[in-house]
Nanobody
Framework: QVQLVESGGGLVQAGGSLRLSCAAS????????MGWFRQAPGQEREFVAG????????YYADSVKGRFTISRDNAKNTVFLQMNSLKPEDTAVYYC???????????????????WGQGTQVTVSS
């Protein structure tokens, strides 16, 4: 069983920065794509960023491109999301997820992930 634990959320003013971390249990972390999603109240869960197993490929939602950076440290079983120039519309619960073992060219849908963390709240005030 894989456990994912997010941390680093909080309250920040617009224009500020936060760094989210997601620590994973197990020995297979380095074999899977990891992703970050977010969900605002009354909204569907949406893709934010993804990173390939070795970290060589990253991809982002258009809404965060140029502001957010996903990275990973396979030696520490951790994936990060650096969020800069935050906007009030970035307010949401942020979730990290581990991809399923099936191959896809990109993992941007929740159905492509099989393990999820409990989420961490990010609130951006205007």
């Amino acid at each position: 069983q894989v456990q994912l634990v997010e941390s680093g959320g909080g309250l920040v003013q617009a224009g500020g920065s936060l760094r989210l971390s997601c620590a994973a249990s197990g020995r297979t972390f380095s074999k899977f794509t990891m992703g970050w999603f977010r969900q605002a109240p009354g909204q569907e869960r949406e893709f934010v960023a993804g990173i390939s197993s070795r970290g060589s490929t990253t991809y982002y939602a258009d809404s965060v491109k140029g502001r957010f950076t996903i990275s990973r440290d396979n030696a520490k079983n951790t994936v990060f999301l650096q969020m800069n120039s935050l906007k009030p519309e970035d307010t949401a619960v942020y979730y990290c997820a581990r991809s399923s073992p099936l191959y896809y060219s990109e993992y941007t849908r929740p159905s492509q992930y099989d393990y999820w963390g409990q989420g961490t709240q990010v609130t951006v005030s205007s």
